[in-house]
């Protein structure tokens, strides 16, 4: 991804066809508390033709693979932070789904953001093992 994939002013990412999985070029959207960090950050005085992440995970000439923040997690960030090993780097993709489900976004928004091809691969990602009273279920006022 480059820097010029990022339209700061819509909040979108766009991911082109050689980007994604299945070949298709998809736009998502950003979290504005994600731009602002990077506006922060000053990623936007980047070239546009820039990596978004290259050497030192700054915006640079030389691409980084999938692999390069794999194996950072596993050999630092992860240790550092005291999580459990079982905790792989796909890992923050799946806290990123549940937590988006938990705070009431809904469903379909979810799985198109996280660009799943259909709900049901959306639901592999949440945990069913849930001990609390869901908050938006306490107050429903549906017809019974």
Sequence with gaps: MRVGDINI????????EDQT???D???????QKVARLMIDLDIFKSYSS???FSDGFRPGEKQHSEKHF???WGK???KDLGFSSKF???SLKDTGITNMLRKGVDAISVRD???HSSLAVTNTYTPLDLKAANPLMLTYDGVF
């Design 76 to 78: 630092h960030l992860r």
């Design 88 to 90: 792989v780097y796909y």
């Design 21 to 23: 999985k299945n070949h």
């Design 70 to 72: 794999r194996d950072y």
């Design 25 to 31: 070029a998809v736009t998502i959207t950003m979290p």
């Design 50 to 52: 820039c990596y978004l």
């Design 113 to 115: 953001q996280a660009r």
């Design 9 to 16: 002013g819509a909040c979108t990412i766009t991911l082109h």
